[in-house]
């Protein structure tokens, strides 16, 4: 795709989870790959209201070089993508059910939600809780680049989720797969309930393996 059809993508993509009720206010950002750098939502803008041409323009070293400031999360879409070399695209949203599940005390840091259906297991794997640090901390990037060895989805202490994928659609299908899951879990997390064994969850992995 050209450069323009990128940003158009892009902006589509953002009003649709803004749609979901994934981005209140001005909160969440996305960004994709280029040749010669990335695109980035800009900071303090509502996911439903973008202009693909005022869209964040950034060198491959996250320097500012075109259109409105871009996230103060930057320097978090830069460890991912420095981590996971295969990742075209990364999505971080507030989504509320995320949010709310990365404020509950307990959480496994390993995997902080359950197997509880094949989809999250197909489309998510492992979801590590990264620990509370101020937004656009330099500190969150360091952690996320840490933990994002070993899996393409985070969840942030409350603050939220980071997915990344092979290109702007798999993330988003990611970031929506992982939401649904938040919501899945808090409804059945009181009562009796039963997880995908570990058996299940292999034969998942074997037959679909995850591509980014």
């Not at 659609?169 to 899945?184: D, H, Q």
Request: proline residues 7%; hydrophobic residues 40%.
């Amino acid at each position: 795709m050209t450069e323009r059809e990128i940003r158009k993508q892009l902006v589509a993509h953002c009003k649709y989870l803004s749609m979901r009720g994934y981005s209140p206010g001005t909160s969440g950002n996305l960004s994709v790959c280029l040749e010669d750098g990335f695109l980035m939502t800009p900071t303090n803008a509502s996911l439903g209201w973008l202009d693909p041409e005022r869209l964040s323009r950034l060198d491959a070293q996250g320097n500012h070089i075109d259109g409105d400031k871009p996230s103060k999360e930057v320097v978090v879409h830069l460890a991912m993508y420095r981590r996971r070399p295969a990742a075209r695209a990364v999505v971080h949203l507030h989504s509320p059910y995320c949010m709310a599940v990365s404020c509950l005390d307990g959480l496994d840091p390993d995997n902080a939600l359950p197997p509880l259906t094949p989809y999250y297991v197909m489309r998510i794997g492992r979801l590590p809780l990264v620990p509370y640090f101020r937004p656009g901390d330099i500190a969150l990037a360091e952690a996320v680049e840490q933990r994002a060895a070993e899996s393409h989805a985070m969840l942030f202490a409350h603050h939220g989720m980071i997915v990344c994928g092979r290109e702007m659609g798999a993330a988003v299908a990611a970031a929506e797969e992982l939401e649904e899951s938040a919501r899945l879990f808090l409804l059945v997390k009181d009562r009796p309930h039963r997880q995908l064994n570990a058996h299940q969850v292999a034969e998942l992995e074997e037959y679909f393996p995850r591509n980014i």
